[in-house]
């Protein structure tokens, strides 16, 4: 019942921008970018992150981060961050200054839903080594969720991090990052992890999906959202709930794109060649499937599989 409320709020008070089968996006979420110390998950990863967010800005995409990209219940200093990913920012700046970048938020960083919060640290920074200050991302409002409409056939896709109505993560979420960041953080390092996340604890991820299926049921329109950590594509005719994974597994990244009318979800690691060189690699994992297959309003045979698709948990992509 919460979700399904949150859900319906978040789309309501979405910002809603049109999209056509030349435009281009990528959604990367759950990054969780820290300080680059042990307990900084996405330092493995930060080098495979920048060289994407290099590939599609140079491919003209906008970039969507579908919340928890800066580990803000870790670590409460956000320079510390910024100066640990620096040249993730640098790429970032280009797709801000390019009108490109869409900054949602989640749980882990809910802190910018305050505007002294977020002017305060994301418009400027102090330079050490320059000792003055440059602007970072200057006027940047996150937003909560997005709506993309197709100007052509009026389809919807709602954006959101995912965390809507997930109890402990959600409306209690004070009280989940107090005990990650001063317990949990440690603790993780060796092995054992909080267990209000849903990325680590089976039953509670496999209860979000559900309840998304079921909000998606009934209002009937599509949902691109992270949270879980786990990559979601439908197969056809299955609900269309989309989930972009997260950018903290050991063997790279996941991400969603939407590409000439399409939709398709990627794979970013480290692969070796013949040769046993090393390199960044895209891998298409599932898709390019038109949007409009996704179209609950149009497509009658989705009637028949939905009540199948909540009661069957579906497999890891």
């Given at each position: ?237 299955e609900l269309p709930y989309f989930n972009t994974g997260c950018c903290i597994h050991s063997k790279g990244i996941t991400g969603i794109e939407i590409l000439e009318g399409k939709i398709l979800m990627v794979d970013w690691r480290v692969r070796s060649d013949k040769n046993g060189v ?40």
């Amino acid at each position: 019942m919460h979700t399904d409320k949150r859900l319906l709020k978040a789309y309501k008070n979405a910002k809603l921008q049109l999209f056509d089968n030349n435009s281009k996006y990528i959604f990367f979420s759950d990054s969780h970018r820290g300080d680059d110390s042990i307990s900084d998950e996405f330092a493995r990863n930060q080098n495979i992150f920048r060289h994407a967010l290099n590939y599609y800005f140079e491919n003209g995409y906008v970039y969507v981060e579908a919340g928890d990209g800066d580990e803000l219940w870790e670590y409460k200093k956000f320079r510390h961050i910024r100066l640990a990913h620096s040249d993730v920012f640098i790429v970032l700046k280009k797709f801000f200054e390019n009108n490109r970048l869409i900054m949602l938020y989640g749980n882990h960083n809910i802190y910018l839903k305050n505007e002294d919060f977020v002017s305060k640290n994301f418009y400027s920074y102090y330079d050490d080594y320059s000792q003055d200050i440059h602007d970072l991302l200057k006027g940047m409002t996150p937003l909560e969720s997005l709506v993309l409409k197709n100007k052509a056939t009026g389809q919807e896709i709602l954006v959101v991090h995912g965390h809507q109505g997930d109890l402990l993560n959600d409306q209690l979420w004070f009280i989940s990052m107090f005990l990650l960041r001063y317990f949990w953080r440690y603790i993780h390092v060796i092995g054992f992890h909080s267990p209000s996340s849903p990325a680590r604890n089976h039953f509670k991820r496999h209860k979000i999906e559900r309840n998304y299926k079921k909000w998606i049921q009934k209002h009937k329109i599509m949902l691109i959202c992270g949270h879980t950590h786990r990559q979601k594509f439908p197969k056809s005719k299955e609900l269309p709930y989309f989930n972009t994974g997260c950018c903290i597994h050991s063997k790279g990244i996941t991400g969603i794109e939407i590409l000439e009318g399409k939709i398709l979800m990627v794979d970013w690691r480290v692969r070796s060649d013949k040769n046993g060189v090393l390199q960044v690699e895209r891998y298409v994992m599932r898709g390019p499937v038109p949007i409009e297959e996704f179209d609950m309003n149009s497509n009658r045979d989705y009637e028949d599989c939905m009540n199948k698709d909540l009661k069957y948990d579906e497999e890891d992509c």
